[in-house]
């Protein structure tokens, strides 16, 4: 990409620090990141939280194609294909179910574009290190959104911009992305649980998005940073431990402990046993809220009915399969209903991007994601960087997810986290001890 692909920084204003004018070039060129990380309550506030995800890839989408020339990394291709093939799943579907459908392949233009964009971006004006701030700030925007959820779980109404929308807002899928609520209340514990899902349609898309973006909150509040930046880091980190135990997602927590783990037997390996010590104390923060507050009983009643959303999602699993069988190479081109299985089962091809590829996109489809983001990940995983740890752990998180989250829309984030991965390749390695690295 050109120089002239991306605003350069402005003149310095008086009265006007350089970080300030350097903060506002960023957000000025970067400005779809920014809202969907730090502008997420005030995109929340009108309703454009859901639509707002679009963005990236509408936005950095067009950049790119306006632009020339603009480097496209080899490691990149399976994703470019990816992104071509996607749209052959319309054929098989009815013209009703289009909208929906070029949402969500916007969501993986956004996934590609958020990547090669921020590879070709100059990072004078859009620094990784700021972009690493916004992610955490989303991170922090989610736990404050999972305190509304428990003071506010019954809130469900249409946004302003849904009531603007008039008909058209009242579309289910539309009304979901610009509605406000805080939580999707389910009875699969045999009472009704408020779980945190804003600005979500879904609590599992809350919880797959906390544990994607913990890496980015740790760098950006705990690792490497001034000690009262640290101290108000933790004292967040202990904040967010409730909501994140009442939210009853096993998969935010699975996340969360085999990053956990990995982070901590990777630092042990080289001899640096703080982060062991740090996991115990989390454990221990844990065991501690489980004992004193509700989340207690609510984790209890999780582990132990845990065989009917066992069951459940293995039927899924089962349907994904055999219809990913009767149409290997396009899929199906949108979820479908079983119409055998019980009341109120989720239709097949979610509860997982793994079986959403390969039901809705057929097997080619599943096969180029999981070699792009297998080169990616293992590429990370050798980088030296402060950073690359980070990035790298946040990867780690979404190989965990994908037998069991969607990970829509957070596409955008794996896209940008994989750009960051690559910038950090063509970093200088730092001493034998950086601050805030391995």
Request: net charge positive; with cysteine.
């Amino acid at each position: 990409m050109s120089n002239g692909a991306v605003a350069a920084p402005p003149a310095a204003d008086s009265g006007s620090s350089t970080a300030e004018v350097s903060a506002r070039a960023t957000r000025r060129v970067a400005w779809p990141l920014w809202v969907i990380t730090v502008g997420t309550a005030p995109a929340m506030a009108v309703g454009l939280h859901g639509l707002s995800w679009m963005l990236p890839g509408l936005v950095f989408g067009a950049r790119i194609l306006s632009h020339r020339p603009t480097r496209f990394p080899l490691s990149s291709l399976p994703l470019v294909v990816l992104v071509c093939w996607i749209p052959l799943s319309a054929t098989v579907i009815p013209p009703s179910g289009l909208p929906l459908f070029t949402y969500r392949w916007l969501l993986w233009v956004g996934c590609l574009a958020t990547f090669v964009w921020l590879v070709n971006v100059d990072e004078r004006v859009v620094p990784s290190h700021r972009i690493v701030d916004w992610l955490a700030a989303l991170w922090i925007t989610l736990v404050v959104f999972g305190y509304f959820a428990t003071l506010l779980p019954d809130l469900a109404s249409p946004s302003p911009l849904g009531y603007l929308l008039g008909p058209i807002g009242r579309i289910e899928f539309v009304a979901r992305l610009s509605e406000w609520r805080f939580a999707e209340t389910q009875q699969f514990l045999g009472y009704p649980v408020p779980r945190p899902a804003a600005p979500f349609g879904s609590s599992n898309a809350w919880g797959s998005a906390m544990g994607i973006l913990t890496p980015y909150f740790l760098k950006s509040w705990v690792i490497g940073v001034s000690a009262a930046r640290r101290r108000k880091g933790v004292l967040i980190g202990l904040v967010a431990i409730y909501p994140i135990l009442v939210s009853v997602n096993r998969g935010l927590w699975l996340s969360l402990i085999v990053g956990g783990v990995y982070f901590a037997a990777r630092r042990a390996l080289r001899g640096r046993f703080t982060a062991l010590a740090l996991l115990m104390a989390g454990v221990i923060a844990v065991a501690a809220l489980l004992v004193v507050t509700p989340a207690g009983g609510l984790v209890t009643d999780r582990l132990d009915k845990s065989e009917r959303s066992n069951s459940a999602r293995s039927s899924l699993y089962e349907r994904a399969w055999q219809g990913a069988l009767d149409s290997p190479l396009v899929g199906h081109g949108a979820p479908v209903f079983a119409p055998d299985l019980p009341e109120g089962t989720p239709p097949v091809g979610t509860h997982g991007l793994i079986w959403y590829l390969m039901f809705i996109h057929g097997f080619f489809a599943l096969a180029l994601f999981l070699v792009w983001l297998a080169i990616e990940v293992f590429r990370s995983g050798r980088l030296r960087t402060p950073l690359a740890w980070w990035v790298h752990l946040s990867l780690i998180a979404t190989v965990v997810q994908m037998p069991y989250y969607g990970l829509m829309p957070h596409l955008v984030i794996v896209g940008a986290t994989v750009g960051l991965a690559h910038r950090e390749a063509r970093r200088p390695v730092p001493g034998p001890s950086p601050r805030g690295a391995w």
